[in-house]
Every structure is written in C-alpha cells, then in structure tokens.
C-alpha cells in the first residue's frame, strides 16, 4: 500500500465535500483531544467489482497527531459512483439519503437509549463518523472495522451452524433495541422512522424492476422445473402471476406503523455481514441503504434463506428460530421494556407465518447474484448512457448452470411450501 501523504485529489476522488478538514473532525471525534493535526492518508484497495452496486468503497488509513500524540484511524468511505449512468440506473442518490438518514436520524437516538440502559453491545453496527447528502457529493465515512478484528465472509458461501449463531444474535439485539424503544418513547420513534423510505419494493419502482422481476422468477421457475419437476414447489410457482410475488413483498414492506414493527437492516446478505472470533464471537451489520420499519421477520428470513441452505433449515430450522427469540426476548429485557408485552412468542411465530415469504422473495434475486464468480460479476462503471439503463440490461442472469447452484435456489421454495409460508 503506496502512501500518498497529503494527496488531495485522491480526497477529491471520494467526493468534493470530502477534504482534510473531514478527517481533522474524524481524528478529533474518536481521539477527542484539543489539538487535532492530519499528517497523512493513505488510500487501501477498493471493493471488488460485483460486492457494491450502489456505491463505490474507499478504505483509508488516517495519520494524525492530537495533543502531540500520533495516533491512526481505519476508514471506510462510501461514495455516490462517479458514473452518472451507474447513478442513474441504480437510483444510487436514494439509497445514500436513505442510510444517511439513518445513520444521522435514528442512530444518535438509539445510541443515547442503550448507552442510558448500559447496554452497548446491543447495537451491532460500524461507527458513523462523517457524511455528506445532497444528490451529488454523498458519502458515509464509517470505521474501518477489520481493524477490532472483524473479517468478512466470502458472498458465495454459505454458513455454518456458528456462524449463523453469530449473524442471529446480532441481529437479535439489533431489533430489540427498535423494540424496547418503541415501547418506552412511541412518539419519538414515529417521528424518527419518518426518516426512511422504502428504496425497494414500492408500487413507484415497478417499472424500474420489472423486467429483471421477471428475469429472477424465470431462473427459479427453471431451477424448479430441472430439480423438482412436477413438485408442489414448481405447481405453486407457476400459478403465480409476474407482479404477484412483487405485490406480496410491497405489502410486507409497507407496515412502517404496525406495533411490532422495528427499524430493520433490509438488505440481510452475507456481504452485510463480519464477524470475529476473538474474546467473545460475534458479527456486525453492515450497509442500511434499504433499511425500513417492517417486521423483524423481513431481516430473519432474507438471512435464514440467503446466508445458510437446505441441510441446516432440515435439522435447525425450529431451534434457530428459538435462539433468535431467545437473545430478542433477553435484549428486550436488559433494555427495560417486557417482551411477553410487547413481542411474544406467539405473536412471533404468527409473524413468521405471514411474513417468512418475504425471504423466499427477495432469495429468488440474491441467491443468482450470490453464486456469480468475480469473472461474470457486472462492471457497472461500464454503463454509457447518463440517463441510466433498464436494470435488467446490465444485471444479464441467466440460467443457473450448476446442479449445486439450481438446489440453493429451488429448496429455498420447496421449503417455504413445505412449511406453509408460500
């Protein structure tokens, strides 16, 4: 890794509003000394191309002093893509106000609410330190936190057992916080989830995601028909319409005031994921540019059907629902509020029975773009065209060719039908 010194353009490069005066402020957030000076940046390797669609990724070492004392901050700086059409395409401004939003809005909020409960450990999240919104210069500078020991898992991969643990007490506590919140301050948090807005399934993006809708379903229904023909899985598929599963997602995703609701990470991916196994074992949420209030059942089942597969749901599946309640139900208790009031078991389970198809749907789009290799991952920056393209014209899936590849995908509806979620 070259150093750069004082190289401002590469500052430049990440936005115009991102200067030294930004990692001044930075160096004097987490050291919080009087005399703040920058010696030197020096700029990591990038994300990997087919990771970020939404934003371009810097990693950043910060030299300083403070108070004559030299110190160093790890960052991880993401910033609206250069490419005016990849923007475009991808609607790139609406996610970062989205994140933004709740990372300036929500978070603080949140922050103050644990650290009052002494419960810190309960928000399982990067440290927020800079950023800019204003449709042109966004960026979110957050901590760099392979530097506490947290290392990502690769995309194509599924979990194991304790690392999905890990996944699922993080997100746990994630939600209780939203849970017991709620319940002690309900009209703050009706004023702070007025923040977020749907960036995905919404009637407004139909037309933005209809052909590659119709693309993701054609795959599945292929995977269906090659490995479980003439199933209840394949039969139950086909008798969808096109915009049906969409329609099902919209109105799952539109329940923003509903009692058991919570400020959700909406997009439970393995890439929105690290995790350590140093001292205590556990993992940190990455990346809210979908976040929305919605059940907590939208984040587990994205992350029981996208992270983990068929041979693990066979012989856990019920006990890891538990283990997820369980460490909700102990985090709803250490914050002060009663979980058989405001959550209980049954109204959880009610939930996933109405709502774990959500999981299944948003599935059918990961799990294709999780099994590409880097060699076939798109090159957004590629885009001509600074009005944007159909999302289907660069996002080109097609057929999985792989009978591994055609099981992750299909078990993913045989299971939601067998368990009576779709």
């Given at each position: ?18 200067t030294e005066k930004t990692l001044q402020d930075i160096l004097y957030t987490v050291h919080n000394g009087k005399e703040v000076n920058v010696l030197s940046w020096e700029f990591g390797g990038s994300s990997t191309i087919g990771d970020n669609y939404l934003s371009t990724i810097y990693k950043i070492k910060v030299t300083g002093t403070v108070d004559g004392k030299k110190v160093q901050v790890g960052l991880v700086v993401k910033a609206l893509p250069k490419n005016k059409g990849r923007r475009k395409t991808y609607r790139s401004a609406e996610f970062f106000s989205n994140e933004i939003l709740f990372y300036t809005k929500i978070i603080p909020k949140f922050e103050m609410f644990v650290k009052e409960k002494n419960q ?303």
């Amino acid at each position: 890794m070259a150093s750069t010194n004082k190289d401002h353009a590469k500052l430049k490069e990440v936005s115009a509003c991102f200067t030294e005066k930004t990692l001044q402020d930075i160096l004097y957030t987490v050291h919080n000394g009087k005399e703040v000076n920058v010696l030197s940046w020096e700029f990591g390797g990038s994300s990997t191309i087919g990771d970020n669609y939404l934003s371009t990724i810097y990693k950043i070492k910060v030299t300083g002093t403070v108070d004559g004392k030299k110190v160093q901050v790890g960052l991880v700086v993401k910033a609206l893509p250069k490419n005016k059409g990849r923007r475009k395409t991808y609607r790139s401004a609406e996610f970062f106000s989205n994140e933004i939003l709740f990372y300036t809005k929500i978070i603080p909020k949140f922050e103050m609410f644990v650290k009052e409960k002494n419960q810190p450990q309960a928000l399982c999240i990067p440290r927020h330190f800079a950023s800019v919104m204003d449709g042109e210069n966004d960026f979110i500078a957050l901590e760099d936190v392979t530097f506490l020991g947290y290392e990502v898992i690769g995309r194509q991969n599924s979990l194991d057992e304790e690392q999905f643990k890990m996944i699922l007490k993080s997100i746990a506590r994630f939600h209780a916080v939203s849970l017991a919140f709620k319940d002690q301050n309900p009209h703050e948090f009706r004023e702070i989830v007025e923040y977020l807005h749907e960036t995905y399934y919404s009637n407004e993006h139909w037309n933005w995601y209809k052909r590659f809708h119709e693309k993701i379903l054609d795959i599945t229904k292929n995977a269906l028909a090659i490995e479980y023909p003439d199933s209840e899985a394949e039969k139950r598929l086909k008798s969808y319409k096109v915009q049906d599963l969409f329609q099902k997602a919209v109105e799952l995703c539109n329940r923003k005031y509903h009692s058991t609701s919570v400020v959700s990470q909406g997009d439970s991916w393995i890439p929105n994921y690290m995790i350590r196994k140093i001292t205590e074992h556990e993992a940190l949420i990455l990346d809210f540019q979908l976040a929305r209030c919605a059940s907590p059942v939208l984040d587990l089942s994205t992350t029981f059907y996208s992270c983990t597969d068929k041979a693990l749901w066979d012989e856990k599946f019920d006990i890891l629902l538990q283990f997820y309640y369980n460490e909700l139900f102990n985090t709803i208790t250490l914050l002060g509020s009663n979980p058989r009031n405001i959550y209980s078991w049954d109204m959880f389970m009610n939930e996933v029975k109405e709502q774990f198809v959500f999981g299944m749907i948003f599935a059918m789009e990961i799990i294709p773009m999780a099994l590409l290799d880097e060699s076939e991952a798109f090159d957004l920056d590629l885009i001509k065209d600074d009005n944007g393209i159909d999302i289907a014209d660069i996002w080109t899936l097609s057929y999985i060719k792989t009978k591994e590849g055609r099981l992750k995908l299909a078990n993913i509806v045989v299971h939601a039908v067998e368990k009576g979620f779709f």
